[in-house]
Nanobody, 122 residues
């Protein structure tokens, strides 16, 4: 059992920045960020693999968001810049024990955090 705790959400104006954090209670293989806006499906945002520091970004995140990890703290960060109104959502951190190739699929993640709300005002 791995517990994930997210933090860093909040209210920000369009064009602003936020940094989300996700801390794991145990060993993880891949950590991913997803988001879900009201009435929409959960959407892949970014993923990070501890081994080798591999990263991946969804189309909405490319060029604006950066994912990174601190192994000593078992924490993954999502730096979000140039935020837009459409980035408003609950952001969830997930832990995946399967291979890197599954990183974009919400149905295979083993553990999820409670979510953190990001609201971007226009």
């Amino acid at each position: 059992q791995v517990r994930l705790v997210e933090s860093g959400g909040g209210l920000v104006q369009a064009g602003g920045s936020l940094r989300l954090s996700c801390t794991a209670s145990g060993t993880t293989y891949v950590m991913g960020w997803f988001r879900q806006a009201p009435g929409k499906e959960r959407e892949f945002v970014s993923a990070f693999r501890w081994a080798g520091g591999l990263t991946d970004y969804g189309d909405s995140a490319k060029g604006r968001f950066t994912i990174s990890g601190d192994s000593a703290k078992k924490t993954v960060y999502l730096q979000m810049n140039s935020l837009k109104f459409e980035d408003t959502a609950v952001y969830y951190c997930g832990s995946l024990q399967k291979g890197w190739g599954f990183r974009r699929r919400t149905d295979v993640y083993d553990y999820w955090g409670q979510g953190t709300q990001v609201t971007v005002s226009s």
